[in-house]
């Protein structure tokens, strides 16, 4: 089965320092991995993922993360955190128990981040 | 990118009263869409796929007779809560998958289910 692990549910930071919030996965195969944001309220926002390529992926707002094989993980990391950076993070892989044709995401189960002024 | 409209945003109900909550994709053909419930300070539990023209898909220990699920066309699915009871109260969040972006998922707003 296909797991995602968010081992912090906190992560607190201040504003203008770099930021890391960590995952890591559990596949049978190769992963499909992705981060989404989540604002009170709100739906979740794409950020980046991870297919095939370069390991290091860059996405919207300046986030980026870092595939590592080895370490089965996919951290997200920006340079410089803002006030506005401050939500619900979630990293998620795709599933791929019902083969090719599925998109199911498994979801961890999400880094509250706060940037603090 | 691609657009998910979720309607509506918050809803207010009476205990046994059903409601339906909309999931639109309204720039592209969505022949798959997902539903998730979401509890307060928890990550997003799957309910179902939706696939377009045929029966959704339930996951293990989801209620299909109470969570009715329609996907009539390539744009538009609804989960209906049918006799909802205070404990369905939470957040549900529709995704859909646009064919011509493999690998990705766009996520509605979500609605906000409150049963008095």
Redesign the interface.
Known sequence: AQSVAQPEDQVNVAEGNPLTVKCTYSVSGNPYLFWYVQYPNRGLQFLLKYITGDNLVKGSYGFEAEFNKSQTSFHLKKPSALVSDSALYFCAVRDMRSGAGSYQLTFGKGTKLSVIP | ?AV?S?HPSRVICKSGTSVKIECRSLDFQAT?M?WYRQFPK???M?MA?SNEGSKATYEQGVEKDKFLINHASLTLSTLTVTSAHPEDSS?Y?C?A?DRALP????????S?LTVL
């Not at chain 2, 690998?103 to 979500?110: N, P, S, T």
């Open positions: 990118g998910v979720q798959t997902f928890k990550s997003l799957l796929t957040f969040i995704s998958r690998g990705e998922l766009f996520f509605g707003e979500g906000r």
